[in-house]
């Protein structure tokens, strides 16, 4: 019911300062592959439009980022590219650190950053604030 609610935004707040360090919670690797596989593919509970949307769009409208979030001319190329029949996480409490399947490119900032599996070595993130976009 949570989930279905029109409010509710998907997000996560793991943190994974470093692949590999530490013991985080599995959700650092597995949040948004989770919802798209569990919720959206296995369960039905959303629509694979619904989730994404409550991924990308809602939560850069509502922290002012109207650059981000959305697929169209003069918008960010931040950009998941996966196969929603294989996307899964597949991190657990014994093993977090599993990147999910399913994924085959990453864009940030117009940078292919992940690729065929394989960190590109492109370090295009950069922190955003709703001052550092554009209106």
Do not use: W
């Not at 900032?109 to 992940?114: A, M, R, S, T």
């Amino acid at each position: 019911r949570i989930m279905k609610h029109s409010t509710t935004m998907i997000a996560s707040d793991g943190k994974l300062s470093e692949p590999g360090v530490n013991h985080p919670h599995p959700r650092s690797y597995g949040t948004f592959p989770r919802v798209l596989g569990v919720y959206a593919r296995e369960k039905k509970v959303l629509g694979l439009s619904e989730a994404i949307k409550k991924m990308t769009s809602m939560p850069a409208d509502l922290l002012g980022l109207n650059d981000r979030g959305r697929i169209m001319e003069g918008c960010i190329a931040d950009l998941v590219i996966f196969d929603p029949k294989k996307i899964k996480d597949m991190a657990t409490f014994e093993e977090p650190h599993q990147y999910p399947q399913g994924i085959e490119t990453v864009i940030i900032n117009g940078q292919i950053c992940l690729e065929d599996n394989k960190l590109t070595g492109a370090a295009a993130g950069k922190l955003i604030t709703p001052q550092t976009t554009k209106p």
